[in-house]
């Protein structure tokens, strides 16, 4: 096949998505499909057609420790345009017999770029661009989520502005988890335990808009689980050396231990596969996802945030779930593009 890999793009998740495509990229060649990698948001100079051939750059694997700066990146934009999708963008992606999403964060997981692409006729991978939506907003996933059984830490949307601040430092209950609530890959979230952290964090959160969720904190074990082609693969246990599981941890190699199958019961297994399945199925979500736990004592799974375009980096849980059941990296990247075309034609 004929395949464009979209990655990079316009959002704090930026290189997370240049890793994943990267890595999707090679992995489509070496099993014999044409494809080529474009960044959505900076475009190419190049013949469409001359894509399908270029190189990969490996070094784009590598994710730095930071969150990337966007204003150099709009800078380095060489029409100066604002339209998210760059030069010569959807040319290749109209030459390609599907397109696989490698994007990650707003507008790549928030549904635009699916709507997109479903108006110019253009197939693509993963979720259509109604759940997509969803799924993106913790505080509507968790509206949908909670009345169905699945057990959610306490939460509440807050709209403020700096000056609500300190009143809402006086007021919310700590400890608790300030998340952005419309983000993906721990960006902007805080864990914290006393009202001068909650402050910090509330303060930071602005940075990503004026709205955020406040979470009940929960003790436990992280534990994620991917779902592949309406089944449930085996969960992933994360530990991270230091902190929670941030950004730095989630990316950097070594930073946190993973272990896949998790070590836990079978009966937290099923609950946590259940658990996932429903979420999935009450967004209207299709092909794969991942869903993010913390896991209790007494063997409660509390249900976080699901994922519609899980990572695909050399780090990713995803693949890391998928191969403890025998499906390997190059044979995953097939399965979600077969499935994905199986869910455009049932307009899904």
Request: aromatic fraction near 6%.
């Amino acid at each position: 096949m004929k395949i464009v890999v979209l990655a990079g793009g316009l959002s704090d998740e930026r290189n997370v998505s240049l890793s994943s495509g990267c890595k999707v990229c090679a992995a489509l060649r070496e099993r014999g499909h044409q494809a080529a990698l474009i960044d959505m948001y900076l475009g190419t100079d190049q013949p469409p057609e001359a894509l399908f051939s270029a190189p990969v750059p490996e070094e784009l694997t590598k994710i730095g420790r930071q969150a990337p700066d966007l204003a150099a990146v709009r800078a380095a934009r060489a029409d100066g345009g604002e339209n998210r999708f760059g030069p010569g963008v959807l040319e290749a992606c109209r030459l390609a017999d599907v397109v696989f999403l490698g994007l990650h964060g707003t507008c790549g997981e928030d549904g635009r770029v699916q709507a997109a692409l479903d108006l110019l006729g253009i197939p693509y991978t993963g979720s259509g661009y109604l759940g997509s939506a969803i799924a993106m907003d913790k505080d509507l996933t968790k509206r949908l989520a909670a009345p169905l059984g699945v057990a959610t830490p306490k939460w509440e949307l807050v709209r403020y502005t700096a000056e609500e601040i300190p009143a809402l430092t006086a007021r919310l209950e700590v400890p608790c988890v300030v998340k952005p609530v419309a983000s993906g890959s721990s960006i902007g979230v805080s864990v914290v335990h006393d009202r001068d952290a909650l402050s910090a964090a509330l303060t930071q959160c602005l940075d990503y808009g004026r709205v955020c969720v406040v979470e009940q904190y929960i003790a436990g074990r992280e534990i994620q689980v991917g779902i592949l082609e309406d089944r449930a693969l085996p969960s992933i246990e994360i530990v991270p050396k230091e902190g929670f599981y941030d950004y730095e941890n989630k990316y950097q190699p070594g930073a946190a231990e993973e272990f896949c199958p998790a070590p836990i019961p079978e009966e937290w297994e099923a609950r946590l596969g259940k658990a996932a399945l429903t979420v999935f199925h009450a967004l209207g979500l299709s092909v794969y996802s991942r869903a993010d736990f913390i896991v209790t004592e007494d063997g409660t799974p509390w249900f976080l945030e699901i994922n519609t375009l899980p990572g695909m980096t050399p780090t990713s849980l995803l693949p890391q779930e998928a191969a403890a059941v025998g499906i390997g990296y190059g044979e995953l990247c097939e399965r979600i593009i077969n499935a994905s075309l199986e869910a455009r034609r049932a307009g899904k």
